[in-house]
């Protein structure tokens, strides 16, 4: 109990009772803009919240800047759809391309622990075969480094947060911490039509602690893990991570948007961030800098960051900044049954089958694409039944027919493409920065993937009993546009997150990942920025640029 305590010690630093611990916060050590911090981390999600984690319980003198608040689950959250758009990240972007991805509610977060305080809180692992899908299938990239090189990593933060499910079998087959949950009439009915069709399907894995775990409370199945999770049942960086962070040393500095980084043309090092908080523009002065701003803003921010070293943008002197971002191909597919189903009362994803993850060779297309229950609530729904063309009385109906629904919804693998990149655009934000412009086509067989997981969601559902189907098509899961790569000319860092024009400036979101697999990245990123702070932290003094 001692070793689980000392792992998990913000399970306890949480109050007893409802809310956040104020008192970290509050009484949290503070550095002054002045002080050569020996790391500045630009993000407070997934990555650079576990950097910041990582370096603090290493001893180090560690700032985050987030350009959201610092959330009070009681006090800024509401169990409503249309009340939790504050959690978005919603300044002005410009999208584009063949097929243009809508930005916000589920690719973007703001505020301390980033998207993950509104993720459906699904953590599985990417499969070996992610790692090699050039060598192994011909396309994607090979990561310079293996799923060998994660697996202690993805152990380690299973644990922190902790997850809940049953062994998996596919990948590299595991267990989890804690037992699955107890399944709704929606994974029930997938499980039904799974074993119908001959297809594996298991419980798991979310990060929500099945039953209590140290002062967090247990999940009461109330279906709005993607509006926060007012309970704090879900694991979030801001209720896992960042606590220990701040019980460690660490600062953290919400409402601050970083604007550039820092350079010195004479050493060639990154010194600090230039930053605005309450409308004064301040600059932190670091020994390193990480940036974790996601597979959006972390582009924008390198190619903002412009010098006599950097006319065209930090790190990009191969023009590799911003390329590469990829979606996942994220259809959803609805059943009607004749008994109730109350899809929501569980958390959205909680039956998943990962049975035509790999390349199937006798199929027309490579790669493959995951299946999770999904559990649209009223709005969404409406989206959806919208999609198929229902208005007025007949929305009506669909809408007053919602607790007879069942939905599935496929991770489809899109691969990544060199066109599909962020660049600045035009038009200025309330910060006079030039704003990201996202362009994105799907290639054939991004598109051969919707189609096939569409056709397996609507087979399944049938087969459990389902008399009509409907599909909406949409994406997810941002990763990408600042790549881990072997070398500087296909990427811009390497194997350990470290950039390879500057020699202490290191990336540690998703913006790193060369492939982005069937599963949902944010275990990854975790895992990743894991890895890179552990490196760091094994460097010589030196190394910190003293």
């Given at each position: ?21 104020n008192?970290?916060r ?12 020996d ?9 650079g ?9 290493a ?8 350009a959201g ?7 800024d ?13 919603t300044e002005?972007?410009v999208?584009?391309g ?7 509610s ?12 509104h993720?459906?809180?699904?953590t599985?692992?990417?499969?070996p ?8 299938d011909?396309?994607g990239a090979?990561?310079?480094?293996d ?15 902790p ?5 998996w079998p ?8 804690h037992r699955?949950?107890p399944?709704?009439g ?5 499980l039904?039509?799974?074993r119908?069709c ?7 894995p ?8 140290g ?6 199945y109330?279906?709005f893990?993607?509006q ?20 460690h ?13 820092g350079?010195d043309?004479?050493?060639?090092k990154a ?14 002065r670091?020994r390193?800098?990480a940036?974790?701003?996601y ?7 390198l190619?903002?960051?412009t010098?006599?070293r950097?006319p ?8 590799q900044?911003?390329r590469?971002?990829?979606?996942q ?9 004749d ?13 998943s089958?990962?049975d ?6 006798s199929?027309?297309y ?13 709005i ?9 063309g229902h208005?007025g009385a ?12 069942a ?6 693998e899109f ?6 990149r ?15 412009r996202?362009?994105?086509?799907q ?7 919707m189609?096939?997981a ?26 990408g ?11 811009v ?11 202490n ?13 069937s599963?949902?990245p ?25």
């Amino acid at each position: 109990m001692n070793r689980v305590r000392q792992r998990n010690e913000s399970a306890w630093l949480l109050p007893p009772g409802p809310g956040s611990n104020n008192d970290l916060r509050k009484h949290m050590r503070r550095f002054e803009d002045q002080d050569e911090v020996d790391i500045v981390v630009v993000g407070c999600g997934a990555g650079g919240s576990t950097v910041l984690q990582r370096l603090a319980r290493a001893g180090w003198r560690v700032v985050g800047l987030e350009a959201g608040p610092f959330w009070d689950p009681e006090q800024d959250w509401v169990s409503d759809e249309a009340g939790s758009h504050h959690l978005y990240w919603t300044e002005p972007r410009v999208i584009a391309g063949e097929d243009p991805v809508p930005l916000g509610s589920n690719n973007s977060g703001r505020g301390v622990g980033g998207s993950m305080v509104h993720y459906a809180g699904y953590t599985p692992r990417f499969h070996p075969s992610d790692f090699h899908t050039f060598t192994a299938d011909g396309v994607g990239a090979d990561w310079p480094l293996d799923y060998a090189d994660l697996k202690p990593f993805y152990e380690d933060i299973e644990a922190e947060l902790p997850v809940a499910g049953e062994a998996w079998p596919w990948g590299d087959p595991h267990k989890y911490p804690h037992r699955p949950h107890p399944v709704s009439g929606n994974g029930e009915l997938f499980l039904r039509g799974a074993r119908a069709c001959g297809v594996t399907a298991k419980v798991g894995p979310v990060a929500i602690a099945n039953g209590r775990f140290g002062n967090r409370p247990h999940c009461i199945y109330r279906g709005f893990c993607l509006q926060g999770c007012k309970v704090n049942a879900k694991a979030s960086p801001l209720i896992t991570h960042i606590p220990d962070a701040l019980a460690h040393g660490a600062e953290i500095r919400a409402d601050s948007m970083v604007t550039r980084i820092g350079f010195d043309e004479r050493t060639g090092k990154a010194t600090g961030v230039h930053y605005v908080q309450g409308g004064r523009e301040r600059y932190q002065r670091a020994r390193n800098v990480a940036i974790a701003g996601y597979s959006i803003e972390t582009p924008r921010l390198l190619l903002n960051s412009t010098s006599d070293r950097f006319p065209e943008g930090m790190c990009n002197d191969f023009d590799q900044v911003g390329r590469y971002l990829m979606v996942q191909g994220a259809p959803q597919t609805a059943g009607r049954f004749d008994d109730e189903v109350r899809m929501w009362k569980a958390p959205p994803p909680e039956v998943s089958t990962e049975d035509f993850y790999e390349t199937d060779p006798s199929k027309p297309y490579k790669r493959g694409f995951s299946i999770q229950t999904v559990s649209p609530l009223p709005i969404t729904w409406a989206e959806h039944v919208a999609a198929q063309g229902h208005w007025g009385a007949d929305l009506r109906r669909y809408m007053s027919d919602y607790v007879h629904w069942a939905c599935l919804g496929a991770l489809c693998e899109f691969l990544p493409l060199e066109g599909n990149r962020v660049t600045l655009a035009e038009e200025k934000d309330r910060y006079d920065l030039p704003v990201a412009r996202f362009s994105y086509s799907q290639c054939d067989n991004d598109r051969s993937l919707m189609e096939a997981a569409q056709s397996v969601m609507e087979r399944i559902l049938k087969a459990a009993g389902a008399d009509e189907v409907i599909t909406i098509k949409r994406y997810a899961h941002l990763v990408g546009g600042a790549r881990m790569a072997a070398d500087e000319e296909h990427g811009v860092v390497d194997q350990d997150c470290r950039s390879f024009a500057v020699p202490n400036l290191l990336i540690t979101d998703g913006s790193v990942l060369p492939t982005q697999g069937s599963a949902n990245p944010a275990l990854t990123i975790m895992a990743v920025a894991a890895r890179a702070a552990q490196k760091l932290a094994e460097t010589p003094r030196t190394g910190r640029n003293d």
